[in-house]
């Protein structure tokens, strides 16, 4: 039970007043720009564009700067803005085989067509801290490859589909597909409903989720098939046109993970898919949501589900971080009503147990006396 709260306008005021002031930080430093934060925390601008289910770079950065830095506040502040914006229509999936690689890398294959492709990642690095970074010094430019990337490289998947050794690709039909931004999510959820509360769903969570199945909770054992990020074009078909036109392009990760599947009575042994798509570089979040897709689909496949990453009310109920945050925080709002009663009932039952203990001593006593 919440308790409506009089007064405290002006302590209010102040509070705001505050954090703006903390916000800015020391006025002797320059302030930082849209600019800065998308070109140098462009990680974060990607993963609050994800997780906010907008892709605007500007306005990711302009909710991490307004957020001071506070990546889930940012992606609640732009999911917010969000709400507020009129849907004039709808894109053509888009085709992740066109993608304008910049990084493409397999755990399953060596030699792929078109060539591992590493692109910028940490995964090269040493992992220490760079003392070089807070001398402001020029970056290194990197050289241009001498050999141009392909404009259209096969996925690994379809090197193992060739031989008929993992599952077909689920055909797409011409359903109006799930909407998890209009719609409640029922239970249970479709494939793509699933993915689409996954590609909005918390990256640490997601991660722990995963990294659960790895260690015994889920008995998966995946491997990453094929990890590629870049761009892509985002095409709409216009009523009064009749075919797509391209209207920008964005920066996606996508992931294919493989999992092997020893078959049932009616299906042979495979392998299976798991997917991940994100905003972004965010290579994290999209194997992440791969490893969930591949064991939410337990049931489907006749497997025991026994696992919370097996379990999708468990895992699509609590994916997202703007409700946690919301419920979990809505403890500092007044529960004075709720604490006095809790209060009462407290001190009614130490008042009980005392009078209990005081009947049990004078018993006691009583025994006692008889017995002498």
């Given at each position: 039970?919440?308790?409506?709260?009089?007064?405290?306008?002006?302590?209010?005021?102040?509070?705001?007043t505050l954090l703006a002031e903390?916000?800015?930080?020391?006025?002797?430093?320059?302030?930082?720009?849209?600019?800065?934060?998308?070109?140098?925390?462009?990680?974060?601008?990607?993963?609050?564009?994800?997780?906010?289910?907008?892709?605007?770079?500007?306005?990711?950065?302009?909710?991490?700067?307004?957020?001071?830095?506070?990546?889930?506040?940012?992606?609640?502040?732009?999911?917010?803005?969000?709400?507020?914006?009129?849907?004039?229509?709808?894109?053509?999936?888009?085709?992740?085989?066109?993608?304008?690689?910049?990084?493409?890398?397999?755990?399953?294959?060596?030699?792929?067509?078109?060539?591992?492709?590493?692109?910028?990642?940490?995964?090269?690095?040493?992992?220490?801290?760079?003392?070089?970074?807070?001398?402001?010094?020029?970056?290194?430019?990197?050289?241009?490859?001498?050999?141009?990337?392909?404009?259209?490289?096969?996925?690994?998947?379809?090197?193992?589909?060739?031989?008929?050794?993992?599952?077909?690709?689920?055909?797409?039909?011409d359903q109006e597909p799930f909407?998890?931004?209009?719609?409640?999510?029922?239970?249970?959820?479709?494939?793509?409903?699933?993915?689409?509360?996954?590609?909005?769903?918390?990256?640490?969570?997601?991660?722990?989720?995963?990294?659960?199945?790895?260690?015994?909770?889920?008995?998966?054992?995946?491997?990453?098939?094929?990890?590629?990020?870049?761009?892509?074009?985002?095409?709409?078909?216009?009523?009064?046109?009749?075919?797509?036109?391209?209207?920008?392009?964005?920066?996606?990760?996508?992931?294919?993970?493989?999992?092997?599947?020893?078959?049932?009575?009616?299906?042979?042994?495979?392998?299976?898919?798991?997917?991940?798509?994100?905003?972004?570089?965010?290579?994290?979040?999209?194997?992440?949501?791969?490893?969930?897709?591949?064991?939410?689909?337990?049931?489907?496949?006749?497997?025991?589900?026994?696992?919370?990453?097996?379990?999708?009310?468990?895992?699509?109920?609590?994916?997202?971080?703007?409700?946690?945050?919301?419920?979990?925080?809505?403890?500092?709002?007044?529960?004075?009503?709720?604490?006095?009663?809790?209060?009462?009932?407290?001190?009614?039952?130490?008042?009980?147990?005392?009078?209990?203990?005081?009947?049990?001593?004078?018993?006691?006593?009583?025994?006692?006396?008889?017995?002498?």
């Amino acid at each position: 039970m919440y308790v409506a709260v009089k007064g405290g306008d002006a302590a209010i005021e102040n509070s705001q007043t505050l954090l703006a002031e903390e916000r800015r930080g020391d006025t002797r430093v320059p302030e930082l720009t849209l600019d800065q934060i998308k070109n140098q925390l462009s990680l974060s601008v990607d993963r609050v564009m994800a997780e906010g289910s907008l892709y605007d770079r500007d306005l990711a950065a302009l909710a991490i700067k307004q957020a001071r830095g506070d990546i889930v506040e940012a992606i609640f502040l732009l999911r917010a803005y969000r709400t507020t914006l009129p849907r004039f229509g709808n894109t053509v999936p888009i085709d992740t085989a066109k993608m304008q690689i910049r990084r493409r890398i397999s755990a399953t294959f060596k030699d792929l067509p078109g060539g591992q492709i590493l692109g910028p990642s940490f995964d090269y690095t040493h992992r220490l801290l760079d003392f070089s970074l807070a001398e402001n010094s020029d970056s290194p430019v990197a050289e241009e490859a001498s050999e141009d990337v392909l404009a259209e490289m096969p996925r690994v998947t379809e090197l193992l589909n060739d031989e008929g050794l993992i599952e077909k690709e689920i055909e797409v039909n011409d359903q109006e597909p799930f909407d998890v931004t209009r719609n409640s999510l029922k239970f249970p959820a479709s494939r793509e409903a699933r993915l689409q509360n996954l590609a909005r769903g918390d990256e640490g969570f997601l991660l722990a989720l995963a990294y659960s199945t790895q260690r015994g909770w889920g008995k998966t054992h995946p491997f990453a098939g094929e990890i590629r990020m870049g761009e892509v074009g985002v095409e709409i078909i216009p009523e009064e046109l009749g075919f797509p036109i391209e209207v920008g392009e964005i920066t996606v990760t996508e992931c294919q993970m493989v999992n092997q599947f020893k078959g049932s009575a009616t299906i042979p042994a495979q392998f299976t898919r798991g997917y991940g798509l994100t905003f972004g570089h965010n290579e994290r979040k999209a194997m992440s949501m791969g490893i969930l897709d591949r064991s939410l689909r337990s049931k489907e496949l006749g497997e025991a589900v026994n696992a919370p990453a097996q379990d999708e009310e468990f895992v699509l109920s609590h994916s997202c971080n703007v409700e946690a945050s919301g419920f979990v925080q809505h403890l500092k709002l007044p529960h004075y009503v709720d604490f006095q009663s809790e209060l009462v009932t407290v001190r009614a039952l130490r008042n009980a147990s005392k009078i209990s203990e005081k009947k049990e001593d004078s018993t006691d006593s009583k025994n006692l006396e008889a017995a002498e």
